[in-house]
C-alpha cells in the first residue's frame, strides 16, 4: 500500500518526534532534516508529497526555503505547510505569499497538524483534476492565468472574486453555502479581506455584466451556479 512521503524539517528535536509518531500513526512516511540547507538538498533529492518547514531554522530561514522550492520548476507545485512559534499576521502572511499552502502556529496538536496535511494533499489532487480552461456562455476562464474574458475582452476580476466564481463553475448545479464558498477560496486562493459573501458577488455580478444570468441566489442558504441550457 502507498504511503505518502512527508519531509520534515525542524530543529527542535521534540516537536520533531511527536510529528514523526504521528506519521507512523497516520500512515506517512516521514524524514527528518534539521536545517535549512540540508532540508533544501533533501527536498531536491526526495521529491517527497509534502513538505513541514519550520520558518526559524539554522542555516537557512524557512522562508527562503520556501522561496528557493517555489522559484524551482521541479519544486514549485510540492505543497509546504510552515510552522512556527511567530503567530503575527504578517509572519503568516509572508509566508502564504512566498507559496505555502497553510501555516500552522506553535504549540499545536499533532492530529490537528496531520488534519491539516490530508486537506492540503486533497486540494492537490483536486487542482490536478481541474481543467485549464472553463468555457460558460460567451466567457473563458483561464484557471492558470487567473483571468475570465469576455469573447476577447479581459476582465479585470479580484483574486478573491476569481476564486469565488470558480469555486460555483466547478460545482455546476450544486448549492454552494457562504461559508463553503470562504472557506474553498481562504485555502485555495486567497485571503478575503471583506468576509461577507455577498459583497464579493455582487462585485462580481457587476463585472460579468447585466446579462450574466449563470449565478443563483438560494435564499437563506448560498449560490449556486446554474447549468447551461
Do not use: W
Request: hydrophobic share 40%.
Amino acid at each position: 500500500m502507498y504511503k505518502p512521503t512527508i519531509l520534515l524539517i525542524e530543529d527542535e528535536e521534540d516537536i520533531a518526534a511527536l510529528i514523526k509518531l504521528q506519521a507512523e500513526m497516520s500512515g506517512y512516511k516521514l524524514h527528518v532534516e534539521v536545517d535549512g540547507l540540508n532540508g533544501l538538498l533533501a527536498v531536491k533529492r526526495e521529491k517527497p508529497d509534502l513538505v513541514i518547514l519550520d520558518l526559524m531554522l539554522p542555516g537557512q530561514s524557512g522562508l527562503d526555503v520556501c522561496r528557493k522550492m517555489k522559484n524551482d520548476d521541479e519544486l514549485k507545485d510540492i505543497p509546504v505547510i510552515m510552522i512556527s512559534a511567530k503567530s503575527e499576521e504578517i509572519d503568516v502572511v509572508l509566508g502564504l505569499e512566498l507559496g505555502a499552502d497553510d501555516y500552522v502556529t506553535k504549540p499545536f496538536s499533532p492530529k490537528v497538524l496531520f488534519s491539516r496535511i490530508r486537506a492540503v494533499l486533497r486540494r492537490g489532487k483536486e487542482k490536478e483534476k481541474t481543467p485549464k480552461i472553463i468555457t460558460f456562455g460567451q466567457f473563458v476562464m483561464e484557471i492558470d492565468r487567473y483571468q475570465v474574458k469576455k469573447g476577447e475582452e479581459p476582465l479585470s476580476l479580484t483574486l478573491s472574486e476569481f476564486g469565488i466564481l470558480k469555486r460555483l463553475v466547478l460545482n455546476r448545479g450544486k448549492v454552494l453555502t457562504r461559508n463553503q464558498l470562504l472557506d474553498d477560496v481562504q485555502n485555495d486562493d486567497a485571503f478575503i479581506v471583506d468576509r461577507n459573501i455577498d459583497v464579493h458577488i455582487a462585485a462580481l455580478r457587476k463585472k460579468l455584466g447585466p446579462n450574466f444570468k449563470f449565478i443563483d441566489t438560494v435564499r437563506g442558504v448560498g449560490y449556486r451556479f446554474k447549468e447551461e441550457e
